[in-house]
């Protein structure tokens, strides 16, 4: 999971159906990458964002630039995803940081109860990674502290990636 530059842009309902194409291709000229887009979400490394709000500066298309996070594929969406995250077009998949929160589940105690305390948190996911070395979850930004709690309840905590 990294952190990249969301830019939703605001086009102008009276441009040209290819307007949007050359904005496009004038981001790919000033070499700018894009990871990803939907709609009129861009995706970009967060090094290459004044880039990309560079050419939409020469176009006069007003934007907002924001952080999001970037999952990987073996990430598991819930049924709320949607509220929080998008799958991209070419197959990316974001989440937007000003509405949710990456945490780690972590044992605290030598008697922690990582299993329950998973089991419990995941009634509350929006997306989650488990691997064998890790238990990664996106929570609503507003219920990190009920997280920190149903974690400690089971000897446990959460470190919070971002």
């Avoid at 004038?26 to 490394?45: H, K, P, Q, V």
């Avoid at 999001?68 to 073996?74: K, M, P, R, S, T």
């Avoid at 299993?115 to 238990?135: C, I, M, N, S």
């Amino acid at each position: 999971m990294k952190v990249v530059t969301g830019i939703e842009m605001q086009l102008p309902a009276d441009k040209r159906p290819g307007f949007y194409a050359q904005i496009v291709k004038g981001i790919a000229e000033a070499a700018a990458g894009l990871l990803d887009r939907s709609g009129e979400l861009l995706f970009t490394e967060q090094e290459q964002a004044d880039a990309v709000a560079g050419v939409l500066t020469h176009y006069r298309v007003p934007y907002i630039c924001g952080d999001w996070a970037q999952l990987g594929e073996a990430w598991t969406t819930d049924a709320l995803w949607s509220d929080y995250g998008l799958d991209a077009r070419a197959g990316g998949r974001f989440v937007d940081l000003r509405l949710a929160a990456a945490g780690a589940l972590e044992p605290a105690t030598d008697r922690a109860e990582l299993e329950q305390a998973w089991l419990q948190l995941l009634e509350h996911q929006l997306a989650r990674l488990q691997t064998p070395g890790a238990r990664q979850l996106l929570i609503d930004r507003q219920l990190t502290e009920l997280a920190d709690g149903i974690a400690a309840a089971y000897g446990c905590r959460m470190r919070w990636l971002l």
